[in-house]
């Protein structure tokens, strides 16, 4: 099994930007497709990005494309997220995740999570 930690979230002034890393530890995550997922307040986990086993291919939500950039080290076996012109709506508690297959965008889909870091943008 997999465990992961996120970390980087905090307060931020719109426009500004962040970068969210996802350490793994237990397994290597070159055996898994990664995504990130985020929760705002009082609505449901949704979809940001997700990165294939080797970074090769990645997708993104329609409200975070342009703006967001998915990446993996696997050498460091660590995923990040780069969060720029970061936006009030932005602001929910961000979750890195871990699957066999590439391509999912659904919660259920990913059986390994992290914590969650919390993302505040401020106006």
């Known amino acids: 099994q997999v465990q992961l930690v996120e970390s980087g979230g905090g307060l931020v002034q719109a426009g500004g930007s962040l970068r969210l890393s996802c350490a793994a530890s237990?397994?290597?995550?070159?055996?898994?497709?990664m995504g990130w997922f985020r929760q705002p307040p009082g609505k449901e986990r949704e979809f940001v990005a997700v990165?294939?086993?080797?970074?090769?291919?990645?997708n993104y939500a329609g409200s975070v494309k342009g703006r967001f950039t998915i990446s993996r080290d696997n050498a460091k076996n660590t995923l990040y997220l780069q969060m720029n012109s970061l936006k009030p709506e932005d602001t929910a508690v961000y979750y890195c995740?871990?699957?066999?297959?590439?391509?999912?965008?659904?919660?259920?889909?990913?059986?390994?999570w992290g914590q969650g870091t919390q993302v505040t943008v401020s106006s």
């Open positions: 237990g397994r290597r995550i070159s055996s898994y497709a």
């Open positions: 995740a871990a699957t066999g297959t590439y391509g999912y965008q659904t919660p259920v889909s990913y059986p390994y």
């Open positions: 990165i294939n086993w080797i970074g090769k291919e990645t």
